[in-house]
């Protein structure tokens, strides 16, 4: 409903954005973050803290780190579940371990307050043109209740069941974005040093069957200076990978194939890419393959 007061924590590369793109349609967010400068630049108001945002807020948005922080913020006499009142909905928008999410969601249910979790999918070019995809778990009539708020950021919102499912989707579909990331990497840096015509390559994969999100989407433009900064870091990448091996340790599932995007996206961390955007997994495989750079103009364009 139009007259909710949102509330948004965390702005950063994406809630920043996320922020922005709510501000821009001219609604009113209460917003904090540790650094007060992305507030202004995201055109919210800046509140004293989590707790002031969550006590003057009806919605409460949060993009975080990781479950760590999530905790952080949300337990404790100074944290969100103290302070929230019943009929509130907070919509943790982070990649979040699923076990703490349920936990998270219990606890503040017992306030009265609905907790969904919402992984996103589209990155920081999405997110400025609030094209981002959302899958969300927990309970559906609250996330009906506040499908206005999304949909300034997000044009496709699915519902993926009770709470903690949306984080395990988004898992799994991290894992599979960074399995197509490393390996187009690799793949992109030996047809470098075969001497290929870079763009002819990527035509002929996007019409093959080697086709991914990498070869449409981001290597069309890497290959020209241009790593779509703003996005994943290579951190953060891994630390998703890592959650995807715990989820299927939990489950009971093998997983043969996490040994390529784990070692690719810790090399890159080794390399001094680690808070990069996870592009550059690309430089740190062509590091260790001779020196090889897709783009070979000034450093600055990259």
């Known amino acids: 409903m139009a007259d909710q007061r949102i509330g948004f924590i965390g702005l950063g590369n994406m809630g920043g954005r996320m922020t922005t793109r709510i501000t821009s349609a001219g609604r009113p967010v209460l917003g904090y973050d540790a650094r007060p400068e992305m507030i202004a630049a995201a055109g919210a108001e800046a509140g004293a803290s989590a707790a002031d945002v969550i006590e003057r807020s009806d919605v409460v948005l949060l993009s975080l780190p990781d479950s760590k922080v999530v905790e952080r913020v949300v337990d404790g006499a100074e944290g969100l579940i103290a302070h929230a009142r019943p009929g509130q909905v907070v919509v943790d928008l982070s990649t979040a371990a699923p076990e703490s999410t349920r936990r998270i ?9 609905a907790y969904l979790d ?5 990155g920081a ?6 094209q981002l995809t959302l899958m969300v778990g927990g309970d559906r009539q609250a996330l009906d209740a506040i499908q206005d708020a999304l949909a300034y950021f997000a044009s496709s ?4 069941g009770p709470s903690g499912t949306g984080h395990v989707t988004k898992l799994l579909n991290n894992f599979l974005n960074a399995v197509a990331l ?4 690799e793949v992109m840096v030996a047809a470098k040093k075969a001497d290929l015509d870079l763009e002819t390559v990527l035509e002929v994969f996007n019409k093959s069957s080697g086709v991914n999100f990498a070869t449409l989407n981001r290597f069309p433009k890497i290959i020209h200076g241009d790593y779509l900064k703003g996005g994943l870091t290579n951190t953060l990448m891994l630390k998703d990978v890592s959650l995807y091996l715990e989820l299927l340790a939990g489950l009971g599932v093998a997983s043969l194939n996490a040994s390529g995007p784990v070692a690719s996206f810790g090399l890159a961390r080794q390399l001094g890419y680690a808070d990069e955007i996870s592009n550059t997994v690309v430089d740190a495989i062509g590091d260790v393959s001779g020196g090889v750079r897709l783009f070979e103009g000034p450093e600055e364009a990259r």
């Open 105 to 113: 969601c219990a606890d503040f249910a017992a306030k009265g307050v």
């Open 118 to 122: 919402a992984g996103i999918s589209g």
């Open 125 to 130: 070019a999405a997110a400025e043109k609030g």
């Open 157 to 160: 919102v699915f519902y993926i």
């Open 182 to 185: 490393a390996a187009t990497a």
